[in-house]
Nanobody, 117 residues
Framework: QVQLVESGGGLVQPGGSLRLSCAASGAIFRLIEMGWYRQAPGKQREPVAIITTGGNTNYAESVKGRFAISRDNAKNTVYLQMNSLKPEDTAVYYC???????????WGQGTQVTVSS
């Protein structure tokens, strides 16, 4: 069983920055593909950024150049640095872990990000 604990959400003005963190436990972190997803009210959950076990990254078109995903295997933590935030980035952000050696998927509880003046 993998536990994911997210932190770092909050209220920020347009153009501002936030950094989300997701700490994982219960599995070999370096063998976990990590991702951030988000869900806005009335919309489906969508992928934001993914980082593989090898450190390769993929981003949604809407956040390219503004968001950066990274991982610290020594701290069992994945981060999402969000810059130049826009009102349309407002959503609940979820951390997702995919265990490469079992295929099991786990989700965090979500953290609210609100971009508003």
């Amino acid at each position: 069983q993998v536990q994911l604990v997210e932190s770092g959400g909050g209220l920020v003005q347009p153009g501002g920055s936030l950094r989300l963190s997701c700490a994982a436990s219960g599995a070999i972190f370096r063998l976990i593909e990590m991702g951030w997803y988000r869900q806005a009210p009335g919309k489906q959950r969508e992928p934001v950024a993914i980082i593989t076990t090898g450190g390769n990254t993929n981003y949604a078109e809407s956040v390219k150049g503004r968001f950066a995903i990274s991982r610290d295997n020594a701290k069992n933590t994945v981060y999402l640095q969000m810059n130049s935030l826009k009102p349309e980035d407002t959503a609940v952000y979820y951390c997702k872990a995919t265990i490469t050696y079992t295929g099991n998927v786990y989700w965090g509880q979500g953290t609210q990000v609100t971009v508003s003046s």
